[in-house]
Nanobody, 114 residues
């Protein structure tokens, strides 16, 4: 079974940065695309950033130019560097494989105060 352990969240002020990490086990990491999602209070979980096993990336318009997704295949870990954070980035952040696995981690809370 695929397992995800997200970390790196916290409480920051608007304009500051955070780096999220997601350690993945139970899957051939290097052969999978990896995605970051987020879920704000009272809203659905949405896709934020994508990195394929080729290294190609995609970002939601709301984070483009501020967030950077990266992966370290040797560590089975995917990262999300978040700069110039805004209050609307407040959410629980999750990672998952592409295609989606059947499980989710506990997520990591990001709270941005304005």
């Amino acid at each position: 079974q695929v397992q995800f352990v997200e970390s790196g969240g916290g409480l920051v002020q608007a304009g500051e940065s955070l780096r999220l990490s997601c350690a993945v086990s139970g899957v051939t990491f290097s052969g999978n695309g990896m995605d970051w999602y987020r879920q704000a209070p009272g809203k659905q979980r949405v896709l934020v950033a994508v990195i394929r096993n080729t290294g190609n990336t995609w970002y939601a318009d709301s984070v483009k130019g501020r967030f950077t997704i990266a992966r370290d295949n040797a560590k089975n870990t995917v990262y999300l560097q978040m700069n110039s954070l805004k209050s609307e980035d407040t959410a629980v952040y999750y990672c998952n494989t592409f295609p989606l696995s059947g499980s989710w981690g506990q997520g990591t809370q990001v709270t941005v105060s304005s």
